[in-house]
């Protein structure tokens, strides 16, 4: 009986492996005092904080700061403007890394597929603020961008002043900093597909593009329908950084995201408990994408994080 309870597994696995539990110590210490310690601080979304009175000792307030965020003026823009980015990240950047992967794969000469390499993942490399920067240089109307328009004989114009053109500025950046990147585990899966079916599929008459549809896709989508998931579970998670780095006033029509709003008013104006309210309610929105997504997934393919 004794050699089947659950602490004396525990306590026989930890004499066996007790190596691995302490290189993996670090990263539960990380995450006790860094993510969920201060999780207990999502409270104030509740109340009318003051630094002064604490906590606990600041007044209960209730849904009130829920419910000025949902009849704000601003809660329309943020949220559409939030989804239209997300969904255009989804619909453009998604696709992007694993097409990179899938072009990378065929290439044969080893020094040209190193040298595409190396050069799809410097721009993640990049400070933020660096990349940024270059950004706004490039869409002044003496930038590049303006240049070329102006060899096509268009007209230069102010591109980052102007909130009809700020969420495609904002997309495509996006993958330019990040297709290398996120070819990586792309690659590796398609590392892992056999050999042998490729042959099979080649005896059989298969050419490279019924190879894509039949053996390739097939082969890495467990690794594409996690990363969706994934990615799905940030739908409303913009991060606020890129986006204050590049909007302006002009440009707050189409490119104030929630974020960016939560980041001005517990920052700028230093109303903590409604910029909590919102940021705890982005959060339940992630979890419920999250949880929706897998299940769907897990209903119509074998493929799901738990």
Known sequence: ?????????????????????????????????????????????????????????????????????????????????????????????????????????EVKGKKFKKVSQTITYLPHFISLVVACGMIKDFCLTTGLFNDIIALFGGTRVPL????????????VSSIWQEVGWGSIIYLSALSGVDSQLYEAASIDGAG?????????????????IIMLILRMGSLMSMGYEKTILLYNPSTYETADIISSYVYRAGLIEQDWSYSTAIGLFNSVINCILLFVTNQISKRTTESSLW
């Open 1 to 105: 009986m004794k050699g089947n309870s659950l602490g004396y597994r525990i306590k026989k696995d930890f004499q066996r492996n007790w190596s691995l539990y302490l290189l993996v110590l670090p990263v539960i210490i990380f995450y006790a005092i860094f993510m969920y310690k201060p999780m207990y601080g999502a409270i104030i979304a509740f109340k009318d904080y003051t630094p002064a009175k604490g906590v606990f000792g600041s007044e209960w307030v209730g849904m009130e700061n829920f419910t000025r965020f949902f009849s704000s003026p601003y809660f329309g823009r943020l949220l559409r403007n939030t989804l239209l980015l997300s969904i255009y990240s989804i619909i453009f950047g998604f696709p992007a890394p694993i097409i990179l992967a899938l072009l990378l794969n």
């Open 160 to 171: 980052l002043q102007d909130p009809a053109y700020f969420r495609t500025i904002y997309t």
């Open 208 to 224: 490279k593009w019924k190879q894509l549809l039949h053996v390739t896709l097939p082969g890495i989508a467990p690794t594409i």
